[in-house]
């Protein structure tokens, strides 16, 4: 499950679907998840979709959620998406992937995702990523009550 070096293969390859069924344990046994879903199916899983529990966030958030792409090459997704109940969008997404904006490991910041930054995890091991993850939400919803 570890990933490669950042000198790694020029493309993701393709879903690494022991290593999302995994992480779907982990995150149904995450008290900020609600549930889970794979997409397109548990048989042939892509994503992993963890519906985060919106009764921690203020009343304006509608739903939270995130979405996991994990690849057999250490390569990964992982993007957050929360959605007011005005329809508007807050997200960011914390990647490993060949691209041509920044290093193969990067941060696409909130509120839109849009600006990139190189991204620096103590570990890649994907419990490891995911534990990541899920600490910045909870500081998210914090964030959103102060």
């Known amino acids: ?19 999302l069924r995994v992480l779907e344990r982990r995150l149904a046994d995450d008290p900020l998840v609600s549930r889970t879903a794979f997409r397109p199916g548990s048989d042939e899983p892509r994503v992993l979709e963890g519906y985060i529990d919106t009764e921690p966030y203020p009343p304006s958030i509608d739903t939270a959620r995130l979405d996991v792409r994990w690849f057999t090459t250490g390569g990964f997704t992982v993007h957050y998406v929360e959605t007011t109940v005005t329809d508007d969008h807050w997200e960011c997404r914390w990647d490993r992937h060949p691209n041509v904006h920044n290093a193969r490991l990067h ?3 909130p509120p839109d995702g849009t600006d990139v930054v190189d991204l620096e995890l103590p570990s890649r091991h994907p419990i490891d990523v995911l534990s990541t993850v899920l600490a910045a939400v909870e500081d998210r919803i914090e964030q959103l009550w102060d």
């Not at 950042?6 to 690494?16: E, I, K, L, N």
Request: avoid cysteine; charged fraction near 30%.
């Open 107 to 109: 941060f696409h910041r």
């Open 1 to 19: 499950m570890e990933g490669s070096s950042d000198d790694g293969p020029p493309s993701t390859g393709p879903p690494d679907r022991r290593t």
